[in-house]
């Protein structure tokens, strides 16, 4: 993952990173959305104890058990596998998601559910920031 992208998305040996300078103030991008859109975008939201994370993944095609989420330093990690083997066929399907928490943020605080439709939600409350605003004065000579 490079520097500049905070969200990187691979399925198989496909991936897509969105750099946070392409995000709007909603953490969408620019353009026509899908709901799937909405479902893998990062979300900010303010309830009654201040900022928190939300972040919602498609993973309607794994059973609970075949998902796993964690933190490694300051990333989440979502990550799901299927394997399924018959005498007349195999399937294989993986999903990763890698997202940079910010700074700050308590490991210990992440939540995360799971929907009866496959969607996993992952919230976090984010660090506060001090005080929101400081005069500064000007030195007049």
Avoid: C
């Avoid at 075949?66 to 799901?80: Q, S």
């Avoid at 005498?87 to 799971?114: G, M």
């Amino acid at each position: 993952m490079s520097e500049g992208n905070f969200f990187s998305s691979s399925v198989r040996s496909s991936s897509n990173t969105v750099s946070s300078s392409s995000l709007d103030t909603q953490g969408q991008g620019g353009g026509k959305n899908t709901w799937l859109d909405s479902i893998n975008s990062p979300l900010i939201q303010e309830d009654g104890d201040g900022k928190s994370l939300k972040l919602r993944f498609d993973v309607s095609q794994y059973q609970p058990e075949e998902i796993v989420v964690k933190t490694v330093d300051n990333k989440l990690l979502v990550h799901a596998k299927h394997e399924e083997k018959t005498d007349t066929k195999s399937v294989y399907r993986e999903y990763n998601r890698e997202f940079l928490l910010p700074k700050n943020t308590n490991p210990e605080s992440i939540r995360s559910s799971l929907s009866k439709d496959g969607v996993l939600t992952v919230e976090a409350p984010l660090p506060a920031l001090g005080a929101p605003e400081k005069l500064i004065p000007i030195d007049k000579k």
